[in-house]
C-alpha cells in the first residue's frame, strides 16, 4: 500500500486526510504505549462513541465516507468500518477496510422484513498490520446496543481477531460468518451498491416512509421479550 493511499488522497470513503478524522485520531490515541494500542483505543472509540444504526440511507456516498460517520455520530457496519481504518491511517497505522457475508440470528423483526433475509451481505471490518501480523476487528455494535439486545459486547486486545460472537449472552445464536470477500484500500461503494440494491430492494424503495427509527429500542423491546 502506497503512502498516498494510507493518508487518504485516493481513497475518498476512508477519508484519512479529512481534519476531523486527523483531529479525532489524535485525540483518541494521545498518549498509545505503541500501534497495538493505539489500534485498540481507536477501535473502542469507533465501537462505543458512533452509534450502530441500520436505518441510514445505503443509496447516498456519505452513508460509507469515514469523516461523514464521525460527523452524524452514527453508521451502519460498513461506515463504521471505514471510519476506524481512517483513523488508523491517520493514527499511522497500516489498516484496510474488509468485507464478509454473515448470517445475523438476531436482528430485529423489523430490520429483517425490511430486508427480506437474515443474510448481511458486505458486513464490515478492519483489518490492521499491527506487528507484522494482520489482525481483524469488527467495531460495529456499540456497547448500549449490546446491553439492549443481550448481546456480548465485542472485545479487542490488538493481538487476537475481534470478530463477532457466534452466541449471545443466553447461548443463542447470534452471528454466523458465510463468505469473506476480503480487505480494500477503500469502500468498493459500487460493488456494495450492486449487491445491496439486488438483495435488498425494499431497503432502497422504502427508506423514506420505512427507515425513520431507533434500533436500539427495538433491540430492548425484542431482548424483553
Request: net charge negative; aromatic share 12%.
Amino acid at each position: 500500500m502506497d503512502q498516498a493511499t494510507i493518508s487518504g488522497e485516493f481513497a475518498p470513503f476512508v477519508d484519512s486526510g479529512h481534519p476531523g478524522i486527523v483531529a479525532f485520531a489524535r485525540d483518541r490515541a494521545a498518549g498509545a504505549g505503541g500501534a497495538a494500542d493505539a489500534a485498540v483505543r481507536l477501535y473502542y472509540a469507533v465501537r462505543d462513541e458512533v452509534r450502530y444504526d441500520p436505518y441510514v440511507d445505503l443509496s447516498a456516498p456519505d452513508t460509507f465516507r469515514a469523516s461523514a460517520c464521525l460527523a452524524a455520530g452514527r453508521a451502519f457496519c460498513v461506515g463504521k468500518a471505514s471510519l476506524l481504518t481512517a483513523l488508523a491511517r491517520a493514527a499511522g497505522l497500516e489498516a484496510r477496510v474488509g468485507f464478509a457475508d454473515v448470517r445475523n440470528h438476531l436482528a430485529t423483526p423489523r430490520l429483517r422484513a425490511l430486508m427480506g433475509s437474515d443474510i448481511f451481505h458486505f458486513h464490515g471490518y478492519t483489518e490492521f498490520t499491527l506487528d507484522g501480523r494482520r489482525v481483524k476487528a469488527t467495531p460495529a455494535f456499540n456497547l448500549s446496543l449490546c446491553e439492549k439486545f443481550g448481546v456480548l459486547p465485542l472485545e479487542f486486545d490488538g493481538r487476537a481477531d475481534a470478530l463477532f460472537h457466534p452466541l449471545d449472552k443466553a447461548g443463542r445464536r447470534h452471528m454466523e460468518y458465510l463468505d469473506d470477500r476480503g480487505t480494500f484500500d477503500d469502500v468498493p461503494f459500487e460493488a456494495i451498491q450492486a449487491t445491496m440494491r439486488a438483495a435488498y430492494p425494499r431497503l432502497f424503495a422504502e427508506y423514506d416512509a420505512e427507515r425513520d427509527g431507533d434500533f436500539e429500542t427495538e433491540a430492548e423491546a425484542q431482548s424483553q421479550a
